[in-house]
Nanobody, 128 residues
Framework: QVQLVESGGGLVQAGGSLRLSCAAS????????MGWFRQASGKEREFVAA????????AYADSVKGRFTISRDNAKNTVYLQMNRLKPEDTAVYYC?????????????????????WGQGTQVTVSS
């Protein structure tokens, strides 16, 4: 079991930065692949970024590549999403998710169905 709590969302002007944090509890965090997804109002949830258990491998959606960075600190049971050069189209609720089976496949999943634990989400609003 993994419990996830996101924080760090808020209102920021276009071009600004935010860092989201996802604090995890549960003994399987360090072996879980972790992902960030987002859902804008009226749209489907979409993949943003993901990281393997060690932090040595990452994946990003094309829309955020070069602007967002995912990282993790297994000693603190926390995964981060550093978001720079934010755009109004980045406005969404951001969710942290854990894929407890990823370590067995070695594949960083980009589909929400592969993730079995989810946080409650944190709102990010980027004003123009």
């Amino acid at each position: 079991q993994v419990q996830l709590v996101e924080s760090g969302g808020g209102l920021v002007q276009a071009g600004g930065s935010l860092r989201l944090s996802c604090a995890a509890s549960g003994r399987t965090f360090s072996s879980s692949y972790m992902g960030w997804f987002r859902q804008a109002s009226g749209k489907e949830r979409e993949f943003v970024a993901a990281i393997n258990w060690s932090g040595g491998s990452t994946a990003y959606a094309d829309s955020v590549k070069g602007r967002f960075t995912i990282s993790r600190d297994n000693a603190k049971n926390t995964v981060y999403l550093q978001m720079n050069r934010l755009k109004p189209e980045d406005t969404a609720v951001y969710y942290c998710a854990a894929d407890s089976e990823g370590v067995f496949s070695g594949i960083i999943a980009r589909t929400s169905g592969k993730y079995d634990y989810w946080g409650q989400g944190t709102q990010v609003t980027v004003s123009s």
